[in-house]
């Protein structure tokens, strides 16, 4: 039940994100660069290459699990540690 649902979901975004892409490439390059307008399905492949070229396929939970990590550590730590950690992060700003 839930994976056909995640399917539309992840479907019906592509549309609206490639619309949008679309939509923009469509009032503003052709008026500002003099080239052609592109389809729905050259938006989508544009969004793909930029996702590809500038953010990856890694998402969103490697960041958090990392400071998770870090927020479990510090709150292990001793206050000593604690300044000391302050102080070397400081000094590399």
Avoid: Y
């Amino acid at each position: 039940m839930k994976i056909p649902f995640v399917i539309a979901i992840g479907a019906f975004a592509l549309f609206v994100f490639s619309g949008a892409v679309m939509f923009l490439w469509n009032h503003i390059f052709p008026a500002v660069f003099h080239i052609g307008v592109i389809t729905l399905w050259q938006a989508a492949g544009i969004l793909l290459l930029c996702r590809l070229l500038f953010g990856g396929f890694k998402g969103r939970h490697g960041r958090w699990r990392g400071r998770k990590q870090m927020f479990g550590q510090w709150q292990d730590m001793t206050p000593e540690e604690k300044e000391l950690f302050k102080q070397r992060a400081h000094c590399c700003r």
